[in-house]
């Protein structure tokens, strides 16, 4: 091409290029594209008409049309200069509006040795990448990365508003890349994608442990796991780009921590409880492979490793009525937010066979999709979950209640609400947050009046359900118990009881909570993990000082005259004066305590 057209084609580009300005800022986009088919009949030769009609295309939302007239234009351009760089800078910003981030850097980059003056837009567009994606264009994770999207999208998932993004290793997220509106569903997987536990029964190792009839606590997380096992070990399996993304590390997780770590968190429940899951995981495992021999192929820290991963990463949804757990991939990365309740909601689409992810709230670009794991106490974050959340409002302790062996009643109450093992009764969970979750709080303190309690139990056969009619015939089975202030006296034995079990309980840890918080505020070189570890038992710790302060505060209330209270509750204007509490013959309905605000 000689020189001579190609000062014709930017005279003819400068010329368009005005009068389409006008006509897209008053959104003319039919007399826009007219305008160009016109120059094209003129010029069918020339480039520069199909440029003009691709960025007229773009303004309209036609991305694919548009891709066509860029390409039509590079076909025509006969200089490796200032036109080309032009029309592949475009190509690369229509890529990248179909999320094509990939192919925006791969335009450029194929031509850039050829024409100079490629290098600084293809810079650019790999500055770009990085900034969304986490990661650099020649990263050979973010390789599987666009393996595994591109995997997602031939098999049917849809997802044209989101995308990944790299934090750390094995720790990734999902953003918008554009604005999502409410009630909008940005995410939507094809039954293809869905891993179900069925799916493991149906591997030839999981049908022999199915038919093996091997007792496996929470089967539905053996078979899940199982699968994902069977996955990773065969390298032409069609799940394979899902598996190279899959996340390997499990090294926040509790049950995993080193010595030192699991060693910060003696004193809390979750330090027997790291140990005993681990037990429970490898008798399963060794009971599995008594049974089944082949199970050997996996080891039980890989079984270990994948079965908590999967725990942390399974969503429940009704399927034909029915309720099931699944892995969804993509959905699997979204991360908790835990003032980000509602900002998403899922569900299975049984007419499609399809998990759907919709927005509950407007969803700015940029911002990352979150969901809410739910409510949870910090135990069950960090055990299960592999975090934790500060400052979280729905925090609790776990304390294992017993009666007391020397109680004469002993036998007839481990009868009455259906305890079986020697004196234990269960694990409850007390709540920082007390009017938050009164009712798991008043369960707790229920318990304990009824540990304390030793007058006639017939009277509290009322407060147990099912109801116990005869109480020297009574069937074993679990019952619920929900026994409110019976008595002063009773209640008196129950806050110092609760005195007795939290004290107990925080003498355990062999630091005390202020040293805790001193350790968090001056130390500026804690792992994850053991900031994890410290404001885990300092969250416990601080539940257990209130209910030691709330027994003794209960005490003083029920034992003290006005006059004997203590300054700090004496200056208060008013306090509240127990009269009267009912009788244990009542019925748990009309049952009441009566107080009366008293003016000092």
Request: glycine fraction near 4%; aromatic fraction near 12%; charge should be positive.
């Given at each position: 091409?000689?020189?001579?057209s ?11 290029d ?8 008053e ?12 120059e094209?009949?003129?010029n ?15 303004e309209?939302g036609?991305?694919d049309k548009?891709l066509?007239?860029?390409d ?15 029309f ?18 791969k ?12 290098t ?7 500055k ?12 050979a994770?973010?390789?599987?990365i666009e393996k ?23 720790y990734?997220?999902v ?10 569903a ?6 293809v ?12 190792i ?5 038919a ?20 990773f ?11 190279d ?10 049950m ?11 004193g ?11 037990s429970?995981?490898?008798e399963?495992?060794n ?13 039980l ?6 079965k ?8 429940y949804?009704?399927i ?15 991360n908790h937010h ?13 007419q499609d ?6 927005a ?17 106490p ?7 979950y ?29 009868k ?15 709540f920082?947050?007390y009017?938050?979750n ?10 304990l009046?009824f540990i304390?309690?030793?007058g006639?139990?017939k009277?509290?056969c ?10 020297t015939?009574?069937k074993s089975m679990?019952?619920k ?11 008196k034995?129950?806050?110092?009881k ?10 355990k ?14 130390t ?13 038992r ?13 027994a003794?505060?209960?005490?003083l209330?029920?034992?003290?005259t ?13 306090y ?7 009788e ?8 009441y305590?009566?107080f ?5």
């Amino acid at each position: 091409v000689s020189t001579q057209s190609t000062w014709d084609s930017y005279y003819l580009m400068d010329s368009l290029d005005k009068r389409l300005a006008i006509l897209l800022k008053e959104k003319k986009y039919i007399e826009a594209i007219e305008t160009c088919d016109k120059e094209i009949k003129v010029n069918p030769s020339t480039p520069v008409p199909y440029f003009a009609r691709s960025k007229c295309r773009r303004e309209q939302g036609f991305v694919d049309k548009a891709l066509d007239d860029v390409d039509k234009a590079l076909a025509l351009v006969g200089e490796k200069g200032e036109l080309e760089s032009q029309f592949l800078e475009h190509k690369a910003a229509l890529f990248w509006d179909k999320d094509r981030l990939a192919d925006s850097v791969k335009a450029l980059e194929e031509r850039s040795a050829a024409n100079a003056l490629l290098t600084p837009i293809l810079e650019k567009y790999k500055k770009k990448y990085q900034d969304e994606y986490g990661l650099s264009y020649d990263d050979a994770t973010m390789k599987k990365i666009e393996k595994f999207i591109s995997w997602l999208r031939d098999n049917g998932a849809k997802f044209s508003k989101i995308r990944m993004k790299y934090y750390g290793p094995d720790y990734r997220g999902v953003h918008a890349f554009s604005s999502i509106k409410s009630k909008e569903a940005f995410l939507v997987v094809p039954k293809v994608l869905i891993i179900t536990s069925q799916m493991g029964k149906e591997t030839e190792i999981g049908a022999k442990v199915l038919a093996s009839k091997v007792h496996i606590s929470w089967d539905y997380l053996a078979y899940i796991t199982i699968f994902l096992l069977t996955q990773f070990a065969d390298p032409t399996s069609f799940w394979k780009p899902f598996m190279d993304v899959y996340p390997k590390l499990v090294d926040n997780f509790p049950m995993f921590y080193t010595a030192e770590e699991k060693e910060m968190l003696k004193g809390s429940p979750m330090h027997d409880q790291i140990e005993s899951e681990m037990s429970e995981i490898t008798e399963e495992y060794n009971s599995i492979l008594a049974k089944v021999p082949e199970f050997k192929k996996f080891t039980l820290l890989d079984y270990m490793k994948n079965k908590t991963l999967v725990i942390s990463r399974i969503f429940y949804v009704t399927i034909q009525g029915a309720i099931e757990r699944i892995m969804v991939p993509l959905a699997d990365m979204f991360n908790h937010h835990y003032e980000k309740l509602g900002q998403t909601y899922w569900s299975y689409k049984n007419q499609d066979d399809t998990f759907v992810v919709n927005a509950q709230l407007d969803i700015p670009a940029g911002e990352a999709i979150c969901e809410n794991y739910g409510q949870k106490p910090n135990y069950r974050f960090l055990f299960y979950y592999g975090f934790l959340i500060e400052n979280n409002t729905k925090n609790a302790v776990y304390i294992k209640l017993y009666f007391n062996p020397s109680d004469s009643l002993l036998a007839t109450k481990m009868k009455m609400i259906g305890a079986y093992s020697g004196s234990y009764i269960k694990n409850f969970r007390f709540f920082e947050h007390y009017e938050e979750n009164d009712k798991a709080n008043d369960k707790f303190l229920g318990h304990l009046r009824f540990i304390e309690y030793e007058g006639n139990l017939k009277v509290l056969c009322q407060y147990i359900s099912p109801l116990i009619i005869d109480i020297t015939d009574i069937k074993s089975m679990r019952r619920k118990l929900r026994l409110p202030a019976i008595s002063i006296e009773n209640e008196k034995k129950m806050l110092n009881k609760l005195k007795e079990i939290a004290k107990k309980c925080y003498d355990k840890y062999p630091q005390t909570y202020e040293e805790d918080l001193k350790i968090l505020k001056e130390t500026k070189t804690l792992t994850f993990n053991q900031r994890n570890c410290l404001i885990f038992r300092s969250g416990e710790k601080k539940i257990l000082k209130q209910m030691i302060e709330m027994a003794e505060k209960g005490i003083l209330f029920l034992t003290s005259t006005i006059m004997e209270l203590p300054e700090e509750i004496k200056m208060a204007p008013y306090y509240l004066s127990l009269i009267h509490i009912s009788e244990p013959t009542r019925r748990y309905a009309i049952s009441y305590a009566v107080f009366c605000l008293k003016k000092k």
